[in-house]
């Protein structure tokens, strides 16, 4: 026992009580107010948790029972209104990041077929230059010969000098072209990043608020667990079957120290043990599991049978009554928890006095 203040006294001495009924209630450190905040708390963030649920396993919609729907109908709404909007926030981020996905893939695709357009032009002038050269060779000959005019020569030469020149801007072009095709695909390589940024960001917040909100219930869990140990242990219960023998504080509003007992109770049940003094003279014809007869030793006992019981324990040292009497004590177990007469029952409790044979 904890200890507290009395608050009410539910039992008198002698009374009979059975297992599990209420003795005493005490004054409550905390409330069951307390117990009701902590869980409104707890159903807030479990609302919370099924919202944020839902957006980790990308569900349609979260699922609240009827419980949190009906005794939580504005936040349970509020919380299907965020999902809403965080869903709808998300996947315009993701489409807008796929169009970038997308527009990179095109850039790419285009920057090839300008890169081909060139590498063909490229192309098309070298054939071209080969050719004019043996134009060139051919028209010196001729040339040599005076078959042909000077003017005719001077334009060939003319003719592969312009070809050069554009050789050169094509061999140029095509570095450029190249180069922007790695860019493109730097590009394609960052928008898909951030595509799977978009969404690993959503679940990386939903996922660190759920396991925030998971970290204070399983806290608040333990802090309602205090308090309903607190709130149970304000009331005071039999924990046997039996008869108040004493009452240790029997004043309402009285302090009860912390591991105090606060009554004694004797067990009553199918069998009840009997504490007899056996002269020290007969020690020696007594022994544990001897058969015993037990009657009452007042003058009922000529109307009442006797009780069959069992030797089960002997004091190991004898002991000495006020009187200066030395005797051993015995415990002797009974069949039976009452005697009887006819219908009539005389029930053996605690401070009857008996007289036993062994």
């Given amino acids: 026992l904890e200890g507290g203040i009395i608050k009410e006294i539910l039992v008198l001495e002698g009374q009979r009580v059975t297992k599990g ?3 005493m209630i005490l004054e409550s450190t905390s409330s069951q107010a307390d117990v009701n905040e902590v869980q409104s708390r707890i159903d807030l963030l479990t609302i919370k948790n099924i919202r944020l649920k839902a957006e980790i396993n990308n569900e349609i919609l979260p699922q609240y029972s009827n419980y949190y729907s009906l005794k939580y109908p ?7 209104e965020l999902f809403s909007n965080r869903t709808k926030r998300i996947n315009s981020e993701k489409l807008l990041a796929e169009k970038t996905v997308h527009q990179a893939n095109e850039n790419i695709i285009q920057e090839i077929q300008n890169l081909k357009q060139i590498e063909a032009r490229f192309k098309q002038t070298l054939n071209t230059i080969e050719l004019l050269d043996q134009q060139i060779k051919i028209s010196e000959d001729l040339l040599e010969e005076k078959l042909t005019t000077e003017y005719n020569h001077l334009n060939l030469l003319k003719e592969k000098s312009n070809l050069e020149i554009k050789q050169m801007e094509d061999e140029e072009a095509k570095i450029g072209g190249e180069s922007a095709i ?8 960052d928008a898909e990043i951030r595509f799977e940024n978009v969404t690993r ?3 990386e917040e939903s996922e660190m608020e759920l396991e925030d909100a998971s970290r204070e219930i399983a806290q608040l869990n333990e802090i309602k667990k205090k308090l309903l140990d607190s709130l ?3 009331v005071i219960i039999a924990p046997v079957e039996g008869i108040i023998k004493e009452l240790v504080y029997y004043t309402e509003g009285g302090v009860i120290p912390p591991n105090s007992s606060v009554m004694n109770i004797v067990p009553t049940g199918k069998e009840l ?11 020696g014809f007594i022994k544990e599991g001897q058969s015993a007869t037990i009657r009452l030793a007042s003058a009922d006992a000529i109307n009442f049978g006797n009780i069959e019981g069992i030797v089960k324990k002997i004091s190991p040292d004898a002991t000495q009554d006020d009187s200066g009497q030395t005797y051993y004590k015995v415990e002797i177990k009974t069949q039976k928890t009452y005697f009887e007469y006819n219908e009539q029952r005389y029930n053996l409790t605690p401070g009857v006095e008996v007289s036993a044979s062994i």
């Fill in 21 to 23: 009924e209420k003795l």
């Fill in 74 to 80: 504005d936040l349970t709404k509020q919380a299907l």
């Fill in 182 to 189: 790695t860019v493109a695909r730097t590009s394609l390589a």
């Fill in 201 to 203: 960001s959503f679940l």
């Fill in 232 to 234: 149970s242990r304000t």
């Fill in 273 to 283: 043990i009997i504490e007899a003094k056996l002269p020290t003279a007969d020690i």
